[in-house]
């Protein structure tokens, strides 16, 4: 009897032992649940946006374009014809967050002696907190005339082969401002006669030559100042008017060929036209640039383009002109800078939904000599 007693004890020790046991290992199941319970809460705090944004986790979408063409010219240093490949325009955006996007435009170029060329045309972080308030800053397309605002590097956009002659970009030749880096404000908001868009800049103006755009520092401490206003007329879709101003202070340049030791006042004013419909597309522009450094220099530019659709069929014409002042000491060395006059006319067949061929023909006549140039071009978006 006694050694049972002791194996009941025995029993009655290791049952409560392990029952004790059991609680703890219950208590610590509980605590490890409330742990991992936690842990969850915080990844999905982390892994989704804050508080009142509509928006997930950040998504990046590509878009691209492309073109490639054919090119034969006479004029009176001769004839010459050749196959090229256009760049390749791969065009991102993220919405961030409800109000915030970032957008960038990467160019792939092809240079003439076979190199490859990569340039960031476009870095904007954009904060939309109004419809008539909207804040970027990075690298954009300057607040100057309705071309530069509506049709950048993708060539598919555009109706025709080229540009106007006055949309030139900086390095092929162009006497304009094409970029801005700095701060943007955009918007439009409703009157009684109809929507009024608005472009301003606060941005780094030009570099000592018209090819250099100052990404990271400014040449003096003045600030490019660009203004673009339009008016699209109620009850008349499809037409706009507007104009620009810009004003800028350009950095003198000691070590240039020939050099330029003094600055330049720049001072550019525009007006455009546009008539755009499912059928009718007419744009035209003017821009006026006055440079003033020991003397006044006025130059302008301009162009007025219709097309007509029928169908997948796109006729066109174009007429542009350039006017340019002798001896400002800014455009120095540029062959492409001239008084001109160009007649394009092409056509372009919109042969599949994100693709188009275009054929092309331009006469000018410049203070170089007379040009005819024939250009077929296959335009694509990916």
């Given at each position: 009897m006694k050694?049972k ?7 009655l ?8 046991a ?13 742990e991992?319970?936690l842990?969850k ?5 982390l ?5 009142g944004y509509?928006?997930g ?5 590509m878009?691209?374009?492309?073109h490639?063409g054919y ?5 009176n240093l ?10 390749v ?9 409800d ?10 170029e092809f240079e003439?002696?076979g190199?490859?060329?990569l340039?960031?045309?476009r ?8 419809n008539?308030?909207?804040i970027?800053?990075?690298r ?9 605002q509506n049709y950048?590097h993708?060539t598919?956009?555009q109706?025709?082969v080229a ?12 006497i304009l401002?094409i ?10 908001f409703k ?5 009024v ?5 606060v941005?780094?103006?030009?570099g000592?030559?018209t090819?250099e755009?100052?990404?990271i ?11 673009m206003l339009?008016l ?14 810009l ?7 000691p070590?240039g ?8 006042t720049?001072?550019i004013v525009?007006?455009?036209l ?10 035209s ?5 006055e ?5 006044d ?12 659709r029928f ?6 014409y174009?007429?542009?002109?350039m006017d ?9 060395g540029?062959p492409?800078?001239?008084?001109s ?8 067949f919109?042969?599949f939904?994100?693709s188009?061929l275009?054929l ?7 203070d170089?000599?007379?040009?005819n140039?024939i250009?077929?071009?296959?335009s694509?978006?990916?």
């Open positions: 050694h007693r002791i194996y009941v004890v025995l029993l020790l290791l049952f409560f032992g392990f029952s004790e059991l609680a703890s290992e219950n208590d610590r199941l509980v605590d490890l649940e409330k991992i319970q842990l809460s915080q990844y999905s705090q892994s989704q946006p804050k508080m509509e928006y986790p950040p998504k990046l979408q878009r691209g374009f492309g490639i090119e034969y010219s006479d004029s001769g004839s010459e014809n050749h196959f090229s490949l256009g760049g325009d791969f065009f991102i955006t993220s919405q961030v967050a109000k915030l996007s970032f957008l960038t435009e990467i160019l792939f003439e002696d190199e490859n060329v340039d960031v045309e870095l904007l972080l954009k904060y939309e907190p109004l008539w308030l909207n970027s800053l990075g954009g397309h300057t607040a100057l005339g309705f071309w530069n950048h993708g598919h956009l109706t025709t540009r106007p002659t006055l949309f030139n970009f900086e390095d092929d030749d162009g401002p970029h801005f880096v700095g701060l943007e404000l955009s918007g439009n009157v009684p006669f109809g929507l868009t608005y472009y301003a800049n941005a780094n103006g030009r000592k030559t090819e755009i100052q990404l520092e400014d040449g003096n401490n003045e600030k490019m100042l660009s203004l339009s699209e007329p109620k009850n008349m879709e499809g037409l706009g008017f507007g104009a620009n101003i004003y800028d202070v350009i950095p003198g340049n070590a060929t020939p050099a330029r030791p003094n600055e330049i720049e001072f525009g007006a455009h546009y008539y755009i419909d499912q059928k009718i597309e007419f744009i522009e003017i821009q006026i640039i440079h003033e450094e020991t003397t220099f006025y130059h302008k530019g301009g162009y007025a383009q219709f097309a007509y169908g997948d069929v796109i006729p066109y174009r007429f542009d002109f340019i002042a002798n001896g400002d000491p800014y455009f120095v540029l492409g800078v001239e008084d006059i160009q007649h394009t006319m092409g056509i372009r919109d042969w939904a994100y188009a275009k092309e023909y331009r006469y000018m006549d410049a170089s000599g007379a040009s140039i250009s077929g071009q296959v694509f978006a990916f």
